[in-house]
């Protein structure tokens, strides 16, 4: 695949690999900028090159440290609009803040339609992301939102090692469209968790929906923040009598003690893509082949094609 013509990747500090692999399919440079840091900790960023007139792309997901990257975004916006670039394109693998899409209690924000706010006003003219945690975060924006799915590359991952008996798995009942999205592209069955507190200042109990006994379990959710929910579906699973139990994630945050939550699980693997980079605490389990990253690259620059050409991005949908 080859780009020529008005088009420029930039990307800031959350994920300058995942930038330059998408640069690699598309078969240009990426965008050189200054991308540093003053003393105090703000963000230093300067442009390096003539982007007037051009079609840019920011390639930044809203990971942690998602305060900073973030306010990186916003700032490379204003920076690209104030250098008159044609159309400024926000590229966010990975949403932050997207759990904060209601107001589900008393008294919080909705943090979600709070950064959607923010990226429309520094300038943004679209956005193309993966795998929201809430769909319906692409109607708090007032420009086009192209939401992607890794389900493409994921499907492609299992259809390549193929997983005997399987079963698919959704770990609550609002996943559970995911996962059935999943099993009948893998032709495999589909079960879910169905988890409730019985009593105040009591455990969780984890119900499995459907027979998972003597089968080989593969559950499926948009993200793993500290792991704890799914490790414990993982041990309701394996007290249901299921066989191997392994885990698939668009999102692998790894936070908290998440990574020592799956070392001591009854998972046999989990499954990332890079919309993320990898975080140094996962490093052990990675180079283990306990946990296994997957290349969304491919796909963003699939998208990003499209977007630049002005064609379909819907055979990208799945």
Do not use: W
């Amino acid at each position: 695949m080859s780009v020529t013509g008005r088009i420029k990747i930039f990307s800031g500090n959350a994920h300058p690999a995942l930038a330059e692999e998408i640069c690699g399919y598309l078969g240009c440079d990426l965008g050189k900028a200054v991308t540093a840091q003053f003393s105090d900790g703000e963000f230093n960023f300067q442009i390096e090159e003539n982007v007037r007139g051009h079609d840019v792309f920011i390639v930044q997901p809203t990971c942690p440290p998602s305060d900073k990257h973030l306010m990186e975004l916003l700032v490379m916006m204003d920076a690209f609009v104030r250098a008159s670039a044609e159309r400024v394109t926000a590229v966010i693998p990975y949403f932050g803040y997207a759990r904060s899409d209601k107001k589900d209690r008393p008294r919080v924000p909705i943090a979600a339609k709070l950064v959607a706010n923010l990226i429309t006003e520094a300038g943004a003219e679209r956005v193309l992301t993966i795998d929201l945690h809430a769909s319906q975060i692409q109607g708090f924006f007032d420009i086009p939102v192209d939401h992607l799915y890794a389900a493409p590359v994921v499907v492609d991952y299992f259809r390549e090692n193929p997983i005997e008996n399987l079963i698919v798995v959704a770990p609550d009942t609002g996943g559970a469209e995911r996962a059935r999205a999943y099993a009948k592209r893998l032709d495999a069955g589909l079960a879910l968790c169905d988890k409730r507190r019985e009593r105040a200042n009591e455990a969780d109990v984890m119900n499995i929906v459907g027979d998972v006994e003597g089968k080989n379990c593969l559950i499926i959710d948009d993200m793993c923040d500290t792991g704890g929910t799914i490790c414990k579906v993982a041990e309701a699973l394996h007290s249901a009598g299921a066989n191997e139990i392994s885990a698939c994630f668009t999102h692998g945050v790894f936070s908290g003690n998440a990574v020592a939550n799956i070392r001591a699980s009854h998972l046999k693997k989990v499954i990332v893509t890079n919309t993320i980079p990898a975080r140094e605490n996962a490093a052990e389990l990675i180079a283990e082949g306990r946990i296994e990253v997957l290349s969304i690259g491919k796909l963003l620059a699939s998208a990003i094609r499209s977007i630049h050409d002005e064609t379909s991005v819907s055979s990208l949908f799945i």
